[in-house]
């Protein structure tokens, strides 16, 4: 099941740049970070945003649409997370700054 991570009220934001770094993974295992629509919380994708190693720290450098629904228990439009392979991993996902319209 995806995580749904903190997005933004303003629909004008087009995408956020963030560093995505994993750390202490039990097992091998990818991370997808995409746009999280609180209508259909099960659709992740098929891409990862970066792919890890047991026991290994890895970060990336993400971009992320933010998705098209209002969740309106936040009144955001959210970026997900989802973390597919084995084991756990702890993820730290900074966020640098976003592109928007106008």
Not at 2 to 14: K, V, Y
Not at 42 to 47: E, L, S
């Given at each position: 099941?995806?995580?749904?991570?903190?997005g933004?009220?303003?629909?004008?934001?087009?995408?956020?740049?963030?560093n995505?770094?994993?750390?202490?993974?039990t097992?091998?295992?990818?991370?997808?970070?995409?746009?999280?629509?609180?209508?259909?919380?099960?659709?992740?994708?098929?891409?990862?945003?970066?792919?890890?190693?047991?026991?290994?720290?890895?970060?990336?450098?993400?971009?992320?649409?933010?998705?098209?629904?209002?969740?309106?228990?936040?009144?955001?439009?959210?970026?997900?997370?989802?973390?597919?392979?084995?084991?756990?991993?702890?993820?730290?996902?900074?966020?640098?700054?976003?592109?928007?319209n106008?």
């Amino acid at each position: 099941m995806p995580t749904d991570l903190t997005g933004t009220s303003d629909a004008s934001e087009t995408a956020a740049v963030d560093n995505a770094t994993i750390v202490e993974p039990t097992g091998n295992g990818y991370l997808s970070v995409f746009p999280f629509n609180p209508g259909d919380p099960a659709a992740v994708p098929t891409t990862s945003s970066l792919n890890y190693l047991t026991g290994q720290t890895v970060a990336s450098l993400v971009l992320a649409a933010p998705g098209t629904a209002l969740n309106t228990k936040t009144g955001t439009y959210d970026i997900g997370a989802y973390l597919g392979g084995k084991g756990t991993a702890q993820l730290v996902l900074d966020e640098f700054g976003y592109f928007a319209n106008g």
